[in-house]
């Protein structure tokens, strides 16, 4: 199970990346999307995927790894905030030069 | 009772509270709001005074992160307790001036914000022990002198002088965190006064005199010391309450703190005598034959400090003579260290009424210029007596405070002279020589203040009209001649209440307390000191006459090589040399930076893997796999595939979306039910948001060339996915350490929850998740002013 | 752009109230289920953008007059200054501490200062979340 979520999270950092290497910035705003998921997916499979829940309650046995997952709950929500600045960077952006190419609004002077 | 640890926080919280007040208390001048928080600070503080006095200290700690050894300490003694007082005594007289100079037109609330912050970090920089913390303090005295140094940011000057103080005092400080680093890496410990417990290891220790130098440099570079003095004369483009209370009454004896503070542990050694008494004396003649060519007064000033502290800092170095253990007659030399405090007190009463005369003259004329100035004695006669006061106690006369310490820098400059020590036999003779010399500048340009200003014929070309300054602004220079004035006639209260404690808690380590008092007094006989300051008078007297043949001298000195060009000069080829540096591999192209990163992961990280032979490979550890788990990774990989071929924005958003709630049924399968719930919600909010965004955003193009297949960006990218895998496959084959994960899951017994996810985010790692809340908020309102704030205000009456 | 909402707008009323309830019971339960402050956050945010989505943006703010970027503020204050009032306490920052009492009718209940920490957090979430979504809808 590991290796295959470890596996998956290599092919999605390689689509990321080469969404990321585009020029388009919505895509690479999806690239950095996908790039969290695999980070994610990552982290998970570094703690394992034996145990319970975990909760403390009634049922006895060991619990799943709890500080990957706290982990990425933190870096959930900080990825939700610097996504939505990034988008809405491109979005002034496409609103200011009405270009959302990235090798044209090389070189346009500050405003 | 409120302990000193939380009184130093006192000027921030207010700070903080500024914006709010400002608001609604419009009609009133914030400044008197302000004027309480050093006023009561200093009441706070002068109750100490009796305890002090007694020899006793008042040590106190808040428990901030023990674990780290990092915990806020303060140490109320004699030595911070001067300068606490200084701090909060001159900067209410400085708040209660500033009143009546700024108007309320100026952007007040920056301006106390700034001021308040200032406060906070100096009474920090004097009361905390922990050295980290005190390169914090001491930084935040850095950052908001440069903040109110560009207080008129649309001036030029006052941006050029910000930026040359803050890089050449932060340089310092930078300088003083690696020499406090070299003294933890030596004696294992932040803490100030451990240190001076333990001095005897830590002389031996190969890093002492490093260690000394890095600190050096910090307190010289602010303190103004030859030849980081440039700094100063720029910073006057300050508003003058600010040059009268950072660049002349606090900040810049921080250094002298610094220096007084580490003497009982550096004090004693060659190295540490030489340089301080040496940079002092050298800071002390060229401050003052600089002085007497400024043509503005407040440059004047500058220069006047510059050389005021040189004479400090050269009795501290001749005073840390006394802790040489060979020396038999140490005791004698306290005398001067005594004589260095005694003139920092006097030095902020009499530099600060000058200031803020100068103010007033500004204030009033439109100009400091002394080729302008002239005959004002007339029109302000107060403004003159305090002139006349703080110029003659700078000079060194009678019947003034300046004239007592003056006298005392003599005796001590004498009684080294005498000292067959560290080849003082051949070179002791320049001390006193050097010194004389200096103060027959400082007379000769105390008089220009006075001379040049008020007597004389009143210039024609000035259109304001003359009269005396607002009642207001007169209170705070005459409280402080007033000073001048009263501590010539009853010194030793000053000398037994103040500065004797501060003699203790210098050299406690060392003298017992009889060793310590010296009593001050005016008249010691027909003695060489007397002498001395007679020859100063008739000489100088000489000179000022004689001052349009004696400003031939300064020929010598080409403008062109002067310290302040060759900053500026080094500074630009340094910027142009950098510029070209970094424009050779900063394109600007987003895609080249992203190249860069990426080839260093599959190189650096990939290669070491190769490289080291780390690969391994081992699954028999691993989880079974669900018949679902199949299902999804499928799934998403055929997803992620085709987000690479879509040529609609829409598609690729809710391709986008599926994928994050695809993750998060791998949530609910890895058994993480908080992942699954916030990572549904989440990616609900966000596919909302493209969708909002991507509603206003252009189409993307429909014809085929708008995303060209690339092959190097494949090698990259599946490169890059290469070396990911197998890192995360070596790293999960071969555990190293034991997991810290057990700790957590005693979350019920430490912490009384069930919930280990959230416990861990909640309570163990806090710290964590209030960062990240902090994180988020900034976000926000990036968001929010990327949108909403267009265009920035006062940005046309910029000047270039 | 005028559609007929009436079947949203009603729908909206009778789900925003039950989006309400789910978020509390994940903020109370976060402590000893699944749940807690980030989650119930965002659950809250989702129903007022629902609000937002039935009916439109004067009508809801006129309905709940709140600046949602003091509210983010007020979040990130009350974390911190949980963190900074266990200073107060003499104990290290961000020190929390539970009390356990037993009331009548109620049963036991655990106030916990993890519960302030907690609701600071819920409160950023929801103040940034909707202050990013009405700035950009309000920017149109």
Not at chain 2, 266 to 278: H, Q
Not at chain 3, 98 to 107: E, N, Q, T
Request: aromatic share 14%; glycine share 8%; charged share 10%.
């Amino acid at each position: 199970m590991e290796t295959l979520i470890i596996i998956l999270a290599g092919i999605l950092v390689t689509v990321s990346t080469y969404l990321m290497l585009s020029k388009n910035l919505i895509r690479i705003i999806l690239g950095m999307s996908l790039l969290t998921h695999a980070s994610h997916l990552l982290l998970m499979a570094m703690g394992g995927f034996k145990g319970n829940v975990p909760i403390i309650g009634d049922q006895a046995g060991e619990f799943i790894d709890a500080l990957p997952q706290a982990l990425i709950l933190t870096s959930i929500v900080i990825s939700f905030g610097v996504t939505s600045f990034i988008l809405v960077l491109a979005y002034r952006n496409y609103e200011t030069f009405k270009i959302d190419n990235l090798d044209k609004l090389w070189g346009i002077k500050d405003e | 009772m409120i302990t000193v640890s939380y009184a130093i926080f006192f000027p921030f919280i207010v700070a903080a509270l500024i914006p709010i007040l400002y608001k609604r208390l419009s009609k009133l001048h914030i400044g008197w709001i302000v004027m309480t928080v050093p006023a009561l600070l200093f009441i706070y503080l002068a109750r100490y005074i009796p305890h002090i006095t007694n020899g006793k200290t008042v040590t106190n700690t808040v428990y901030w992160i023990p674990s780290y050894d990092l915990n806020l300490t303060t140490h109320l003694d004699g030595l911070s307790l001067i300068f606490g007082l200084i701090i909060t005594g001159i900067g209410t007289l400085v708040v209660l001036y500033s009143i009546y100079y700024l108007s309320k037109e100026e952007s007040l609330k920056h301006f106390y914000i700034y001021l308040l912050l200032f406060m906070g970090g100096m009474l920090g920089v004097v009361f905390v022990d922990h050295m980290m913390l005190f390169y914090l303090f001491w930084e935040v005295t850095s950052i908001s002198s440069f903040l109110l140094i560009a207080f008129w940011y649309q001036r030029k000057g006052s941006r050029y002088g910000a930026k040359k103080a803050l890089l050449i005092t932060i340089s310092g400080g930078l300088a003083m965190l690696i020499g406090f680093l070299m003294i933890h890496a030596s004696t294992g410990t932040f803490s100030i006064r451990e240190v001076i417990v333990n001095v005897g290891i830590f002389r031996e220790h190969q890093l002492f005199i490093p260690a000394m130098i890095m600190i050096l440099l910090g307190a010289f570079t602010k303190s103004a010391q030859f030849p980081f003095h440039i700094w100063l004369p720029s910073a006057m483009e300050a508003p003058t309450p600010i040059s009268a209370y950072l660049h002349s009454a606090t900040m810049v004896k921080a250094g002298i703190y610094l220096v007084a503070r580490f003497s009982p542990i550096f004090g004693g050694d060659l190295v540490w005598f030489w340089l301080v008494s040496g940079i002092g004396l050298l800071t002390l003649l060229w401050g003052a034959f600089c002085a007497i060519r400024q043509t503005d007064l407040k440059a004047l000033l500058a220069y006047s400090t510059v050389s005021q502290l040189g004479l400090i800092m050269s009795l501290f170095g001749v005073g840390s003579i006394s802790f040489n253990q060979e020396l038999i007659s140490a005791a004698l030399y306290t005398q001067a260290i005594f004589a260095g405090l005694f003139h920092l007190i006097n030095h902020s009463t009499f530099k600060g009424a000058l200031f803020m005369v100068v103010g007033i003259v500004d204030y009033q004329l439109g100009t400091r210029d002394i080729r302008r100035l002239g005959g004002l004695m007339s029109f302000m006669p107060i403004s003159f007596t305090v002139a006349l006061i703080g110029s003659f106690s700078m000079a060194g006369l009678p019947p003034f405070n300046g004239f007592l310490s003056k006298e005392m820098f003599f005796t001590a400059m004498l009684k080294i002279s005498e000292l067959d020590l560290f080849s003082l036999d051949t070179w002791g003779i320049l001390f006193p020589v050097i010194a004389w010399i200096a103060s027959v500048f400082t007379f000769v340009y105390s008089l220009i203040i006075v001379i040049k200003t008020f007597l004389g014929e009143q210039s024609e070309s000035l259109d304001k009209p003359t009269h005396e300054a607002p009642k207001g602004m007169l209170v705070a220079p005459v409280i402080l001649a007033l000073f001048v004035v009263g501590i010539f006639f009853f010194p030793n209260i000053v000398g037994d209440y103040l500065i004797y404690p501060a003699m203790l808690s210098i050299f406690s380590s060392v003298f017992a307390g009889e060793h310590l008092t010296h009593t001050i007094s005016a008249w010691h006989g027909f003695n060489t000191e007397l002498f001395m300051t007679i020859g100063i008078v008739i000489l100088g007297t000489v000179i000022f006459l004689l001052l349009r043949y004696f400003k031939y001298v300064y020929k010598l000195f080409p403008e062109k090589w002067s310290f302040d060009a060759l900053f500026h000069h080094g500074l630009e080829g340094l910027e142009r040399i950098s510029n070209k540096i970094t424009s050779f591999y900063m394109t600007g192209n987003l895609k080249h930076y992203l190249s860069y990163i990426y080839l260093s992961i599959v190189i650096f990280i990939g290669g070491n893997l190769v490289y080291r032979g780390a690969f391994t490979f081992n699954f028999t550890d691993d989880a079974n796999i669900h018949l679902f788990s199949w299902f999804l990774v499928a799934v998403i990989i055929v997803a992620a595939v085709m987000l690479i071929f879509v040529k609609k924005r829409l598609p690729a958003i809710l391709l986008n979306g599926f994928i994050g709630y695809s993750v998060s049924m791998f949530y609910v399968l890895f058994r993480a039910p908080d992942l699954a719930l916030t990572q549904i919600v989440v990616e609900t909010a966000s596919t909302a948001l493209f969708l909002l965004c991507f509603y206003f955003l252009s189409e993307w193009k429909q014809d085929k060339k708008a995303f060209p297949f690339s092959i190097k960006n494949l090698i990259i990218s599946v490169s890059v996915g290469v070396t990911v895998v197998l890192v995360a496959l070596s790293v999960k084959s071969e555990k190293l350490f034991e997991t810290i994960s057990t700790y957590y899951e005693n979350a019920l017994e430490l912490a009384g929850s069930r919930n280990i996810v959230n416990t861990i985010l909640g309570d163990f790692r806090a710290f964590d998740t209030m960062l990240e809340v902090v994180v988020l908020c900034i976000a926000g309102l990036g968001v929010y002013s990327l949108v909403k704030i267009r265009k920035r205000k006062g940005a046309e009456n910029l000047e270039d | 752009m005028k559609i007929n909402e009436v079947i949203l707008q009603s729908i909206a009323k009778l789900v925003v109230f039950i989006i309400l309830t789910l978020a509390l019971y994940l903020f109370f339960s976060g402590h000893n289920a699944p749940g807690g402050g980030f989650i119930a956050g965002l659950v809250l945010a989702s129903a007022i953008i629902l609000l937002f989505l039935a009916f439109d943006m004067e009508t809801v703010l006129k309905g709940i007059p709140l600046d949602f970027k003091m509210i983010a503020a007020l979040g990130v204050f009350l974390a911190v200054s949980t963190g900074v009032g266990s200073i107060l306490f003499d104990v290290p920052f961000l020190t929390h501490t539970i009390v356990a009492y037993d009331l009548p009718l109620l049963g036991m209940i655990e106030l916990s200062t993890v519960t302030l920490f907690e609701a600071g957090v819920a409160l950023t979430v929801v103040g940034v979340v909707i202050t990013i979504i009405l700035t950009i809808s309000e920017d149109v």
